[in-house]
């Protein structure tokens, strides 16, 4: 239901065979809920897959198995469905090649992927892309749950080539028998690794503009790297000692140094490689048996709410949520009794701000099914978003969280909305040490929501504990963009007692405070006015 949505990266994805009027089911395993327009057997296919995906990732980075109790909460729901162009649909950014995207947030991170790839119509015949054509929709998916699986599970100040070198050696792992092998050069990346020679000042220490290279050299060479450094038995450890001295406020190029060595004799091995073969690791897998998938065929009800549901969890504007909460209203009518029609109809009044049919529809579903931790979370969201005009509402809202977690005391979203109810009350002089624990077990469930990150940063900055606000933040400060500059400045001032622009600029936005188009183009503005007067460029 996120508005507005920051989509990540395209993609796009190939079956063997396209599935003719397939039906929905809807596939779960330990770590992922699939909501998928295909046969029952490519869907198991696909999820066992993903399984596999995490187990690779526990192996390799030393996490260790799962345990077999991944709270519900922080699974990863994909909506597996159509061609490759109705993920660019979906995105609102139809033509533009993007193929699908995932969405990270501690409501619950979701992703979209097509089952096939566009049939290419050519003299009356059908045939799909050519093999490499395209980015391999799975591939970015399995790029995008590393990412998730490194912040979930790994923590740290990862810089942007290793971050997105380390997803690209796992995008185009092969799943064998018995063992899955990683290291081949992922196609999309051919191009850059055989054009673009290694600079290692630029790699870890890029220019604040980029050149026709930064993109070839952040992923090509991010992988070339991370591979390096993952899969040369010499190396690794190495990138442990470079995350540290960065955390610890190193220069980029220092760090190196000092976790690399010999830096030019680390472009020699580097270059080497380029020019060779990959090294291919391959690895038995820890268990002998399938993943377990548990499928079933959705409802009717079910399957009829998927084209309401898939929009809102991708996030809408305005005129979207106008539109949608028509067929919402359409479905419900439909389905009157169906706690799932009433759960997305919930969330599509929310998405159109008409609080007061939500709540009604809320308290519709937990009336069917009391323990509805979706529906208790959507009364609680809805209280915090009117306490925006009506403070007193907060008391209302802090309650309902408290009762949603109750319910499921493992979900990030209810005890950051509890801490969000002391941020936002103007009548609290001292956090209260249950909302800050609240905020710290949140980040614990969701790491990889960025709001949840800068509210514990800016509680973080409250009490004074810069050093643990900067490594918490140290994606924010690394970046070479204007807004990292700016943030960086701040922090500077802070340190020196000018405290109030940085907690301003670090303080979670009230989730009831609403822009239309024309105030969000007026805020752009003004923030780049803002960082221009940091000194910094745009």
């Not at 949840?452 to 606000?469: G, W």
């Not at 600029?505 to 940091?534: F, M, Q, T, V």
């Amino acid at each position: 239901m996120l508005k507005f949505a920051a989509l990540a990266a395209a993609l796009s994805l190939t079956v063997s065979a396209p599935a003719l009027a397939a039906e929905w089911q809807f596939a779960e395993t330990e770590h992922f809920k699939i909501y998928s327009e295909d046969a029952p057997e490519r869907t198991v296919e696909f999820a066992r897959e993903l399984e596999r995906l995490d187990d690779a990732l526990r192996m390799i980075s030393g996490i260790g198995p799962s345990k077999g109790d991944t709270p519900d909460s922080i699974k990863v729901t994909v909506f597996r469905f159509g061609e490759t162009d109705d993920m660019a649909a979906l995105a609102g950014a139809a033509g533009s090649g993007i193929g699908g995207f995932f969405i990270p947030r501690a409501s619950g991170a979701v992703a979209f992927v097509p089952v096939k790839r566009n049939i290419h119509r050519e003299r009356g015949f059908q045939t799909e892309l050519p093999e490499g054509f395209d980015l391999d929709p799975k591939s970015t998916l399995m790029h995008e749950y590393v990412h998730y699986f490194m912040f979930q599970h790994a923590d740290a100040p990862y810089p942007l080539w290793y971050s997105e070198g380390f997803a690209e050696l796992f995008s185009n792992v092969q799943f064998n028998a018995d063992h899955f092998v990683i290291g081949e050069v992922p196609p999309a990346r051919s191009f850059p690794l055989a054009t673009i020679k290694v600079d290692l000042e630029k790699l870890f220490d890029p220019p604040a503009k980029g050149d026709r290279d930064t993109v070839g050299r952040v992923y090509g060479h991010g992988w070339l790297l991370a591979s390096h450094l993952n899969l040369k038995p010499e190396r690794r450890g190495q990138i442990t000692t470079y995350m540290r001295a960065i955390a610890d406020g190193k220069a980029p190029m220092d760090a190196a140094k000092l976790a690399f060595g010999d830096l030019d004799k680390l472009t020699a091995e580097l270059e080497a490689f380029r020019k060779g073969r990959a090294y291919l690791l391959k690895v038995p897998y820890r268990m002998a048996t399938e993943p377990e998938v548990a499928i079933r065929q959705l409802a009717p009800d079910e399957a009829a709410r998927m084209p309401v549901m898939i929009p809102s969890k991708r996030g809408v504007d305005e005129d979207e949520a106008k539109r949608l909460v028509n067929d919402a209203r359409a479905l419900v009518a439909r389905y009157p009794s169906s706690a799932p029609v009433l759960l997305s109809a919930t969330e599509a009044e929310i998405d159109a701000r008409n609080f007061d049919a939500a709540d009604q529809l809320a308290d519709r579903v937990l009336a069917i099914n009391p323990k509805s931790i979706d529906a208790a979370v959507y009364r609680a969201q809805v209280d915090l978003m009117r306490s925006y005009a009506d403070p007193s509402k907060l008391a209302d809202a802090r309650r309902e969280f408290v009762a949603a977690n109750n319910l499921s005391n493992d979900y990030a979203y209810p005890l950051f909305g509890y801490y969000l109810t002391y941020l936002f009350d103007p009548t609290v002089k001292e956090m209260p040490e249950t909302a800050k624990a609240a905020l710290q077990d949140a980040f614990g469930f969701a790491p990889f929501d960025s709001d949840v990150r800068r509210a514990l940063i800016h509680m973080l900055l409250t009490e004074n504990r810069v050093a643990e606000a900067r490594v918490l933040g140290a994606s924010y400060l690394t970046g070479k963009g204007g807004y990292a500059c700016m943030l960086r400045k701040k922090f500077e001032a802070f340190d020196k007692g000018d405290k109030d622009a940085l907690l301003e600029e670090i303080k979670p936005e009230h989730p009831g405070l609403y822009r239309d188009e024309a105030a969000r183009k007026a805020e752009r503005e003004k923030n780049r006015e803002e960082i221009k007067s940091y000194g910094c460029e745009v």
